[in-house]
């Protein structure tokens, strides 16, 4: 018998379908091209159990969704207050291509907007294998599924890439930046690149809810305490200057990707992924926060 949480789902398609403002990314030629009517939802229980409906075959990149993951593993690689050092952990209330940096230090403001992400790649390990290589295997681990770089997507977005190689040249011109700028810069696209569906992330979403453990295979990725800081993060920068907006009205963890994907983390229950390329003038799927919305209100999944 099909699972009422299934009809549940299609139901919250349906109830959204209407939302249909904003655009796909134009600055990534390849995301313009998106077919901006796909949607899909998918929900996964820290018992590894995945409901999924809409257009869930549908493969998109995971772009800004891999942030949270690349921070983790460069955590779990050198200890969190190495990283602190380098990577702030304040909201910035800028877009996500902005430089922006604490006037003190010189910090990237934290690790979800693009500037804080290109000095994070740069500081995950790399001496046994690059490190884009070492953030796909994560991801392919997360989700239980060999997770591969759409190539034209990523040769796409390095063509236009002159706003992220400025950020990148200015953090290594104050040193703040481990790698050499267009090194660091093509690893963080490559990483942006890899290709998901809503199935993938809301595995990934529940690792994370999970407190760092996949929960089908039982693999601890993640240390508890690496968990915690990172869902913190989420919490406060995930969605960039929308951060208030969406705690307020959705309340959990969650982050965005400019391909119109969103995942959303309840600690301790469930992992949730939203996809509908059409984004809002803060660079966030504008149904896939409709969708979210909708899932916090019926399901009670707001913390406060
Ligand atoms: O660096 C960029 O601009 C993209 N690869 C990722 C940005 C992104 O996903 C912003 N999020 N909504």
New binding site residues.
Partial sequence: MRSPILDYLDAIIERTAHVDTGATADY?PELAAADPDKAAVALCTVNGTVYAVGDTDREFSI??MSKPFAYALAIEDHGLDYILDRVGVEPSGEA??ELSLDPETGKPRNPMI?AGAIATHALVRAEEAPAVDRVLALFSELAQRPVEIDTQLAAS?LATGDR?LGLAYLLHASGRLAQDPSTAVEG??RQ?SANVTVHDLALMASTLANGGVQPNTGKRLFSRHTTRHLLSVMASCGMYDAAGDWFTSVGIPAK???AGGIIGVLPGQVGVAVFSPRLDAH??SARGVAMMERLSEDMGLHLM
């Fill in positions: 990534i772009q800004s996500f291509n693009n977005e992220n963080y696209i942006c965005s990707g400019v660079g966030n």
